[in-house]
């Protein structure tokens, strides 16, 4: 029989003591780069299911012209707290050397 997988080791069994602090293990993040607030997002995709409109978290992260197509698409709408919610994340995916799409910045 072969151990070597049992003997290898795994991060959680690693004795050497840690902070329990999340701060101490904080490193921030370059210059102009920012996470955008999950409690925004989830309120712009709520608005947006109540008017029909299924929109991923995930691609909205992980794809730049996938949310910059979304919050277009939320201008689009007669909804003056969603062009809010919209305008308002525009500035986390909004980079310098893209086109901006029109009547996005509100």
Request: proline share 7%.
């Amino acid at each position: 029989m072969n151990n070597a997988v049992a003997s290898s080791g795994f991060p959680w069994s690693d004795p050497t003591p840690t902070s329990l602090d999340a701060s101490d293990e904080y490193d921030a993040l370059p210059d102009g780069e920012c996470y955008c607030p999950t409690q925004l997002l989830s309120a712009f995709c709520l608005l947006m299911a109540g008017h029909g409109r299924c929109i991923s978290t995930a691609m909205m992260l992980g794809d730049r012209e996938y949310a910059m197509w979304q919050l277009a698409r939320a201008h689009t709408l007669d909804d003056r707290e969603l062009r809010g919610v919209a305008a308002r994340l525009f500035g986390y995916f909004d980079d310098l050397h893209a086109p901006v799409p029109q009547g996005l910045h509100a």
